[in-house]
């Protein structure tokens, strides 16, 4: 069973990073690619990336290039979002989604999500 | 980037019903568009990719159809289950860019 287990709520102060990690199990991590989707009451769903394990090569929104820093560690099978510079804007909820086999542009499995708040 | 204009924004449905919700892309996005399914508090699940591709153990009441910049989804006969936020997702260009959902209560 294919399962996505991320990590626990952040709060997170202005201008400080968070990283938060998304365990993939019932699969082989190195096959399918991971996207990262940000969720929040104003901007709805938002794609910010994704990353493919086995070579380690990403792919941005333009939006949040500045912003988020995806990594993978295959013998974890464990991928990771870092954002950096944190502001309100930033207070949403983050889900790892993988990617569907025989097409990556969509994601067939998705984490439970992370909520991120950001306050001083 | 290609903007998805999703509706309606809200929609009320006896069981049974048949509804439909609509996806239109602002350029041909060549049928790479799904559609997602999010309960209250829960992670999205996959319905429909490629545009009308039902995914692996989704009840064949749900069916997408649609071709260049217009798609729908449609709900065969409305269930207490199928309450829920439901968007599109197009994956034809980066970056991939999601409908603003759809509420989807029973009447």
């Known amino acids: 069973e294919v399962q996505l287990q991320q990590s626990g709520p952040e709060v997170g102060r202005p201008g400080s990073s968070v990283k938060i990690s998304c365990k993939a199990s019932?699969?082989?991590?190195?096959?399918?690619?991971m996207n990262w989707v940000k969720q929040s009451p104003g901007q709805g769903l938002e794609w910010i990336g994704w990353?493919?394990?086995?070579?380690?090569?990403?792919d941005y929104a333009e939006k949040f290039k500045k912003k988020a820093t995806l990594t993978a560690d295959t013998s974890s099978s464990t991928a990771y979002i870092q954002l950096s510079s944190l502001t309100s804007e930033d207070t949403a909820t983050y889900f790892c989604?993988?990617?569907?086999?025989?097409?990556?542009?969509?994601?067939?499995?998705w984490g439970q999500g992370v909520m991120v708040t950001v306050s001083s | 980037d290609i903007q998805m204009t999703q509706s309606p924004a809200s929609l009320s449905a006896s069981l049974g019903e048949t509804i439909s919700i609509e996806c239109r892309a602002s350029?041909?996005?060549?049928?790479?568009l799904a559609w997602y399914q999010q309960k209250s508090g829960k992670s999205p699940q996959l319905l429909i990719y490629?545009?009308?591709r039902l995914q692996d153990g989704v009840p064949s009441r749900f069916s997408g159809s649609g071709s260049g910049t217009q798609y729908s989804l449609k709900i065969s006969g409305m269930q207490p289950e199928d309450e829920g936020d439901y968007f599109c997702?197009?994956?034809?260009?980066?970056?991939?860019?999601f409908g603003s959902g759809t509420k989807l209560e029973i009447k």
């Open positions: 990353i493919d394990p086995e070579y380690g090569s990403t």
């Open positions: 997702l197009q994956g034809s260009k980066f970056p991939f860019t």
């Open positions: 019932g699969y082989t991590f190195t096959d399918y690619v």
């Open positions: 350029e041909d996005i060549y049928s790479n």
């Open positions: 989604a993988k990617g569907l086999g025989g097409s990556r542009r969509y994601f067939d499995y």
């Open positions: 490629a545009a009308n």
